[in-house]
């Protein structure tokens, strides 16, 4: 079987590492899986087994999804954002998949929805279209007006067969986050949660006993980076690994490396061996990404998440409020970030210690797989 994945990261790298997953799982399974990204190259995920395309990169203006940036900066405009629909309906059709998958869209990306759009126009006149299938992750960004749920329902029942839920449904349900209609709900399929295998111990214990502080391959967690800093002061007998992402990672990297004086801290680019040093930290600090949360279920390290709320984002937040009744997690609001309030969480989690680490709920990338087949057989 023939699968693509479309997906278009525009702020950290979230999104592309969930499709990542979702296409190395394809790959086991013994399926040809060809992934095509429109958001910024991030060379540090894993993409072994799958064709992967880049679309000409865009990035958000912080968190402004409605103004869209080249990979120079430069505001994206009508041509370049037709050269991206052109290659990604060209995609489509060369490739002719037997399921198309789309990440987010139509629940979000709305300013990407005319390539989108053209993508799913495509697939219907081949001569045998796809299955389409849409993948969401457990909590999404509440839609502002009810119009935008409206348009969302009418996409899905014009294009879909289906839409994978990464959730739990008895943990958190669609509806936490999303008005779920007499419409939408027949076409949810609930997944589980989409994670890697839980990692290996990291062979060289790299990170033992150290704070590892993360968020995401974007740009936006210089406050939680200088916070960390500032704590790590109040800490002289533990070592913290600050681990900074996004295209200018080495420049902010410069800028934190004069903030830090005599404290104990390491500073370094994102690692990809990063899941397997967690279970060997003392604790871990981070945003509260879906997959960044999956990790410490996984790993069992106690940790604070300190949820990514700028502009109108909440769905971290709520994220973060499902999470702080397990022990040894701690949720610190960003409008209570410092290095007095960071220390003290991070004191309070390691006082805790890890969690017992359950294996079940982890494999929704193997449960879409089985879903996109049998609904395969059945077109």
Request: aromatic content about 6%; glycine content about 8%.
């Amino acid at each position: 079987m023939k699968v693509m994945i479309v997906v278009t990261h525009l702020l950290g790298t979230g999104h592309l590492s969930r499709a990542l997953t979702l296409g190395r799982a394809f790959v086991r399974a013994g399926h040809e899986t060809f992934v095509v990204s429109g958001g910024m190259p991030a060379p540090q995920l894993d993409s072994a087994g799958m064709t992967l395309l880049g679309l000409p990169p865009l990035r958000s203006d912080g968190t402004d999804f409605t103004r869209l940036l080249t990979q120079s900066g430069d505001v994206a405009d009508a041509a370049y954002l037709a050269s991206r629909e052109i290659a990604l309906v060209e995609a489509v059709r060369s490739f002719a998949p037997d399921v198309l998958i789309t990440e987010l869209f139509p629940f979000g990306r709305r300013s990407l929805a005319a390539e989108f759009n053209a993508a799913l126009e495509a697939a219907w006149n081949m001569p045998r279209r796809p299955v389409i299938l849409g993948s969401i992750r457990d909590i999404l960004a509440p839609p502002s007006k009810p119009s935008k749920a409206e348009r969302t329902d009418e996409i899905v029942c014009r294009y879909y067969d289906g839409i994978l839920v990464h959730s739990d449904q008895n943990v958190v349900p669609l509806e936490v986050s999303w008005p779920v209609t007499n419409r939408l709900r027949p076409q949810l399929f609930y997944t589980g949660f989409v994670a890697p295998e839980a990692p290996a111990l990291h062979p060289d214990e790299v990170g033992k006993d150290e704070i590892l502080v993360s968020a995401g391959g974007g740009s936006v967690g210089q406050p939680i980076f200088r916070a960390a800093i500032e704590a790590a002061r109040k800490m002289p007998n533990r070592r913290w690994r600050l681990l900074v992402g996004g295209q200018d990672a080495r420049a902010r990297i410069d800028q934190l490396a004069q903030l830090v004086g005599e404290a104990q801290v390491i500073l370094e680019p994102v690692r990809p061996d990063f899941r397997q040093m967690l279970p060997h930290a003392a604790a871990s600090v981070s945003m509260c990404g879906y997959n960044t949360a999956l990790d410490i279920l996984q790993s069992g390290t106690p940790a604070v998440f300190i949820p990514f709320d700028d502009g109108k984002e909440v769905e971290q937040g709520l994220r973060g409020q499902s999470l702080s009744d397990l022990s040894a997690i701690d949720v610190l609001p960003s409008k209570s970030l410092n290095g007095d309030s960071l220390a003290q969480a991070v004191a309070s989690v390691m006082s805790d210690g890890s969690r017992q680490v359950s294996m079940q709920g982890f494999d929704g990338a193997a449960r879409s797989v089985e879903i996109a087949v049998n609904l395969r057989a059945q077109v």
